[in-house]
């Protein structure tokens, strides 16, 4: 840190405190912070990194965006965030900028907003929103690589952090939860059922991108796996009770034909 500290006054005496140079480094320096789970020193970083980017580039600027979205992000998983409001504004104002832009990290910036409307906000139909724009999206760029499915396997494994597949899981299962009837929990387990077996189908040509690249088998993560695995168990319990609900209105149906003769 201090090493990454010292190149950054370097820099700052070279070229001036407002610097789109300058700007890049930091927020390059608060992203990996953050990766680190330092988000209270990563939120002074992104946060003088937007500042200049907003004082030099136009309002409207996908590098302008960009930022506020980083720092939403860093402000949605903090703990310690005393509100909710300054993130969600950072979200909706950054990914309404990047759509206008067309630029590729509308599906970055949607997958992350999806996870801050769903752990955060508690609105699963919104998230569920903002996933199915970035699986689309995620679908949309992986077709247009050339070369084979492996080298779109390669492509698609750098953009599935955060997973759109995984959060619409989550998103459908609460949505399920607060349904009233069988019939429309049902249709919300196998979307979610839908979603997981997409991921898994785009996982399995990763892994195949992988140990192409290695020339030895790879694994999911440790933490993907375990994910994985209770996700699944969860859809299968819940299809199991779905089948045994339908199975006593059966017979419930019978016994009620059987006492109507």
């Known amino acids: 840190a201090e090493r990454l500290q010292a ?10 405190d407002e610097h789109l140079e300058v700007s890049d480094t930091l927020s390059e320096f608060g992203w990996a912070l953050h990766k680190c789970g330092d988000d209270k020193t990563a939120e002074a970083y992104l946060r003088e990194s937007l500042a200049i980017r907003t004082k030099i580039l136009t309002e409207r600027h996908s590098d302008v965006a960009i930022a506020k979205l980083q720092l939403a992000v860093v402000l949605g998983n903090s703990r310690n965030a005393g509100s909710e409001r300054e993130p969600g504004e ?6 309404q900028q990047l759509r206008e832009s067309d630029v590729p990290e509308l599906r970055w910036a949607c997958a992350e907003y999806g996870e801050f409307l769903l752990r955060r906000r508690g609105k699963p139909a919104q998230a569920a929103e903002k996933f199915a724009e970035a699986v689309r999206l995620l679908e949309q760029q992986r077709t247009r690589v050339g070369g084979t499915e492996l080298d779109r396997a390669r492509f698609f494994s750098e953009l599935t952090k955060p997973n759109p597949f995984s959060g619409m899981v ?5 949505l399920g939860d607060g349904e009233a009837t069988a019939s429309l929990k049902s249709q919300r387990v196998s979307e979610a059922f839908r979603h997981l077996e997409l991921g898994r189908s785009r996982s399995l040509s990763e892994l195949l991108s992988r140990a192409s690249r290695s020339g030895a088998e790879s694994g999911l993560e440790n933490s993907e796996c375990t994910a994985d695995t209770e996700l699944r168990a969860k859809l299968e319990s819940l299809r199991r009770k779905e089948l ?3 199975r006593s209105m059966r017979n419930a149906q019978r016994e009620l034909q059987r006492l109507a003769a």
């Open 244 to 246: 045994d609900a339908r």
């Open 7 to 16: 190149a950054l006054s370097m820099q700052m005496r070279l070229l001036g």
């Open 170 to 174: 989550r998103a459908q299962l609460q």
């Open 90 to 95: 950072l979200f909706e104002t950054g990914v």
